[in-house]
């Protein structure tokens, strides 16, 4: 069964940290890139970060840079996002999402979503 689960989410002050996590079962994990997005309040869906396959490339949204790193780790089929920093415009729903390209065609599996939530 193909699952992506997130977790880690929750409530923190402006400036603290927060590290989700996003394990994932039943699909070939390590071929699939992995994307964070985030969807704040009455917002469109946003990316956040990107990793590739490999795990060397990464990129992020300019409004988190320098405050964010997203990581995986294959042999536990996980992908993380550390969330330095936090402001208050940082509040969403954060999802992860796992996706390839095979024969030419999209393949894309999302998770449920975990609520992180900045207060001042």
């Known amino acids: 069964q193909v699952q992506l689960v997130e977790s880690g989410g929750g409530l923190v002050q402006t400036g603290g940290s927060l590290r989700l996590s996003c394990a994932a079962s039943?699909?070939?994990?390590?071929?699939?890139?992995v994307n964070w997005y985030r969807q704040p309040p009455g917002k469109e869906r946003e990316l956040v970060a990107s990793?590739?396959?490999?795990?060397?490339?990464?990129s992020y949204a300019e409004s988190v840079k320098g405050r964010f790193t997203i990581s995986r780790d294959d042999a536990k089929n996980a992908v993380y996002l550390q969330m330095n920093s936090l402001k208050p415009e940082d509040t969403a729903v954060y999802y992860c999402?796992?996706?390839?390209?095979?024969?030419?065609?999209?393949?894309?599996?999302w998770g449920q979503g975990t609520q992180v939530t900045v207060s001042s």
């Open positions: 999402n796992a996706e390839r390209l095979w024969k030419f065609l999209p393949q894309a599996y």
């Open positions: 990793i590739g396959g490999t795990g060397a490339s990464t």
């Open positions: 039943g699909f070939a994990f390590s071929t699939y890139a």
